[in-house]
């Protein structure tokens, strides 16, 4: 098994249907991949259709029917909460106990003061507000008094903008590690993420210096598994942050999904063991908040393009499996995510155009087997690799 290797790819918020409990989130019939299809018109998706895409749902624009499909099928959460930081976490094996703490109305008073004087800061808005909405309705009132603007979603997020000219982006990082440490408790919220952005008012724009500092996992991980056991762990992207540094040997920050898909494409070609873990975020960020289907679309189909050079990249001895974290449909009335199935796409030796359905530890489970020859005692997931 030394010489295996395991290639883990989430394309952030592309959700593949409605969970049974998706109501209760006001997700009623959420299914983001099959309704960005028709809003578009279809998706050109060769590489993804030749994996089964088309036989996870029914997807206008990509066969059901390839040649030679790898394994396919939906895994599902199995604890609460449809954000980014449970999302990565239940993929490797850990299940959330209770969900985490959300602000429909703002953070409370106290809560904001104590945040005020651990930072030596101010802050306005503090309430649940669109990434991009925000700054346009707050940046100026930011630059004037220096105010950083605070706001939150749908989601267990702590969320801070600031220009540049008023606090730059290592400076703001700072903040939202001291942030960090006093959301805690009753308020350890998912993630405190830092947001900073520039330009004048009437055409401010966020930058590619986002950065997310999640709440530690409850539980130890498939990545703690790999880890401990000598096993090289790269994390790409924003996944290295939402396990908050637990699990990983080696980091590859991406701001944005080019360089996210460089470091893979480059480690695919010269890792000689090991798991990589990439996040490739701008479905999610850029364009599913947003609701720009045709954006989501582009999106899509330039990972497409990577996954068909990754298909030839791939050794004897490799897993690669793609999935997603939750949704985010653009059909839903409001502009959070949604709590879905996330699609599971694979391909190893031995896939045999299986269907796969289950929970989403299976992931975890499968790269723990492919990587080690058996399962990680007291977590989570079966492997669909045996």
Sequence with gaps: ????????????????????????????????LVHVARAVGGLDLPALESLGLGMVRPILGVAPDPPAPGLHGRVHPVGPGKDSTTGHWELMGVVPPAPLPVYPEGFPPDVVARAEAATGRT????????????????????LETGEL?????????????????????????????????????EHAVGRVIARPFVGSPGAFTRTTGRRD??????????????????VPVHAVGKVDDLFAHHGISE??????????IEHTTRLMRELDRGLVFTNLIETDQLYGHRKDTIGFADALGRVDVAVAEWLTLLREGDLLVLTADHGVDPETAHFDHTREHAFLLARFAGDAGRRHDGPMA???????????????????????CS
Aim: proline residues 6%; charged residues 15%; negative net charge.
């Design 213 to 230: 500092f999640a709440v530690d996992p409850p539980a130890p991980s498939y990545l703690d598994a790999l880890h401990d056991a000598g």
């Design 123 to 142: 802050f306005c808005c503090n309430r649940p507000y669109s990434g991009t909405a925000v700054i346009d309705d707050y940046g100026a009132h930011h």
């Design 362 to 384: 299976d992931v975890g489970a499968s790269v723990h087997a492919w990587l080690r020859g058996g399962p990680a005692e007291g977590l989570p997931g079966t492997s669909f």
């Design 1 to 32: 098994m030394s010489g295996r290797r395991a290639f883990v790819v989430v394309l952030d918020a592309c959700g593949a249907g409605e969970l049974p409990d998706s109501a209760d989130y006001g997700d009623a019939g959420a299914d983001t």
């Design 251 to 260: 980091k590859h920050a991406a701001g944005a999904n080019a360089p996210a």
């Design 149 to 185: 603007i605070l706001y939150t979603s749908q989601d267990s997020v702590m969320q801070i903008a600031a220009h540049g000219e008023v606090l730059g982006e290592a400076a703001l990082h700072d903040l939202c590690r001291t942030l960090r440490g006093v959301m805690t408790g």
